[in-house]
């Protein structure tokens, strides 16, 4: 057995990424992503709770894509603004999963 | 004002333009649709008399695909508190038991309301806590699971597995448990003069049902407080002063203490005054608009689901589906009194428990020598099993909206989220059967019928729901290393 329930390559492999890389969100625009988690096949509450996380390690500004195939999560991740101090950009539904990019920090703090 | 919350949600580009039927979505949720009113047609064509269980898949059909609509989670209701403090689904919630409360008091003075209040006592603060550990692992509740099992999701398909197995387990469950049972209630037990083939002195669940459960009293606060009247009892006393006032309460509550600061950061408030709070709690409870919805079109349901049933009873001059089936010649599976499970509302442990049961029996284990099954539920074969049905119903009604969606998808747990299912829906199927019923059948169906003690189970569910956050937080730190997160 790879560890517990395979710790070590999940500790090899994290879901959550940084990343630097440009984004086109068509109908949106332009945006830059900083942070990049891969929820793919998780359910709740664990891509909330990465998501909850990796905030708190980003700069105000930053923008986190989130990857998730959980309706549930995908439609809660927006109403986590009021409590996280962040602000939901956009969602774009694509076939049978969302990315959901969030930015952390208050969205009139920077327009 | 919703919109500040609720950013955009945009299509794909190439999804936009597409026609209905270039979706293959479409076509599968027709399908379900077609499949379901043939098969109705069908056994309408057979005997009138099966209108009884397609109300069930019906109404079922109905929850699911609101639950969908809306991704109400009973479960996320109690965890996103406090895992995320996000009170989304607990306003929602709060908004469906309002208005179930309103059409379950019209069916009240109808005169054919189905409800029975529980027992009160502290097998239910005890089994909500289990059943709130229990949810926060599972990654949903006993309803939750089943329309995640129609969005494709095959762990939640693994907890339904392991609710319905584990329930007809523990309810038979005897030998060395029966020297942990208190001699009290195996005196008390034996004393109820119960019919020798149960064997009530043998099994844990047994002597706790008959030997503590039995003696316990329960009601609803209209004959509790005295309301003789029939449109007092049920409005005032069952409707407002059991479901509405205490919801509206912990609505205040929930915006105070998670949602005020936020919002007023956000709205630059500094010095709130009265008006500002109350747009505030506006503000929560739009913050989701189709769970608000949702919880609106669930509340209204689940009394039209409770009137049709007591209709469908009076016309038959029965009290239980199981009068039914035995004149349809159907015997095989009746409990001892000739019934079987048939609440007349929304309820989900039971039925999962009865097909655990179903298929054991098939294995030769003796499943019906027990209150539960033997005496109240009976077994009957899943294929005329009504409330059954309306599970069934659910993850059907789910999948038609997901696949129309676009929100369908088959979804492979990894070993760890198998584990989490089979574990959690073990303990779900624990607390269900000590607090009779799990968020719907011991919380949502009680409250809102004036029977105080769902919000007991509320109150345990919110405690396990908190220790199981705890818990599943420090799993997720011990797995993933502390540089996980050092991004």
């Not at chain 2, 539960?372 to 899943?382: M, R, V």
């Amino acid at each position: 057995m790879k560890g517990w329930f395979g710790r070590r390559a999940q500790q090899r492999a994290s879901a959550v990424k940084r990343v630097e890389r440009s984004v086109f969100v068509h109908g949106y625009g332009s945006l830059t992503v900083h942070v990049h988690i891969d929820c793919l096949g998780a359910v709740c509450p664990r891509p909330q709770l990465l998501t909850m996380r990796a905030l708190d390690h980003m700069e105000e500004g930053e923008v986190l894509e989130l990857v998730v195939d959980n309706p549930g999560s995908a439609e809660a991740i927006p109403g986590m603004d009021m409590t996280l101090g962040s602000t939901h950009l956009v969602t774009l539904h694509e076939d049978s999963c969302w990315r959901i990019f969030v930015r952390k920090g208050y969205k009139d703090s920077d327009d | 004002m919703s919109n500040e919350v609720r950013a955009a949600t945009l299509e794909m580009p190439e999804l936009r333009g597409a026609t209905w039927y270039g979706h293959k979505g479409n076509i599968y949720a027709t399908a379900i649709v077609a499949l379901v009113m043939l098969c109705s047609a069908w056994a309408l064509l057979q005997d009138t008399r099966w209108i009884y269980l397609l109300v069930y898949i019906w109404f079922g059909l109905g929850y699911g695909i609101f639950l969908q609509y809306g991704r109400f989670c009973m479960a996320s209701a109690v965890r996103d508190l406090f895992a995320v403090g996000v009170p989304r689904m607990a306003v929602g919630m709060l908004i469906a038991v309002m208005l179930f409360s309103l059409t379950a008091a019209v069916v009240k003075v109808l005169g054919v309301n189905t409800f029975h209040p529980h027992p009160l006592g502290w097998h239910i603060l005890i089994g909500g806590a289990i059943f709130g550990f229990g949810i926060v692992f599972t990654g949903g509740c006993a309803s939750g699971s089943l329309y995640k099992s129609g969005e494709g999701n095959i762990g939640s398909m693994l907890v339904v597995l392991s609710i319905s197995f584990t329930q007809a387990y523990y309810v038979t469950m005897g030998g060395w448990l029966n020297k942990l049972v208190p001699a009290s209630w195996t005196a008390s037990a034996a004393a109820k003069d119960m019919p020798a083939q149960l064997s009530v002195t043998d099994g844990w669940f047994d002597q706790f049902v008959a030997g503590y459960v039995w003696n316990l009293q329960g009601g609803q606060l209209s004959d509790q407080l005295g309301f003789d009247g029939l449109f007092s009892g049920a409005f005032i006393g069952n409707a407002f002063l059991g479901a509405i006032l205490p919801s509206l309460l912990l609505m205040v509550y929930l915006y105070f203490v998670v949602y005020r600061k936020g919002y007023l950061r956000r709205r630059k408030i500094m010095a709130p005054r009265l008006r500002d709070h109350l747009r505030g709690v506006w503000s929560m409870v739009v913050s989701s608009r189709n769970t608000a919805i949702a919880g609106l079109c669930l509340g209204v349901l689940a009394g039209a689901h409770m009137w049709a049933t007591g209709e469908l009873r009076e016309h038959y001059g029965i009290f239980n589906f199981g009068e039914l089936l035995a004149d349809m010649g159907h015997t095989a599976g009746l409990s001892i009194q000739d019934t079987v499970f048939d609440p007349g509302y929304w309820y989900i442990t039971t039925q999962e428990a009865q097909w655990g049961a179903w298929l054991m029996d098939k294995a030769g284990v003796q499943m019906a020598d027990n209150i539960f099954f033997g005496l109240e539920n009976g077994i009957p074969d899943p294929l005329i099993n009504a409330p059954g049905w309306m599970s069934i119903g659910i993850i059907l009604g789910a999948a038609v909206i997901a696949l129309a969606r676009r929100e369908f998808k088959w979804k492979v747990p990894n070993l760890e989220t198998a584990m989490f299912a089979l574990i959690g829906g073990a303990l779900m199927g624990l607390g269900a059967r000590l607090g009779m019923g799990c968020n719907i059948g011991a919380f949502f169906a009680t409250v809102t019928n004036g029977d105080l003690s769902g919000w007991v189970f509320l109150g345990g569910m919110t405690a396990g729901g908190w220790l199981g956050v705890k818990a599943f937080n420090s799993w997720m730190e011990w797995r993933s290393g502390d540089d996980d997160l050092a991004i």
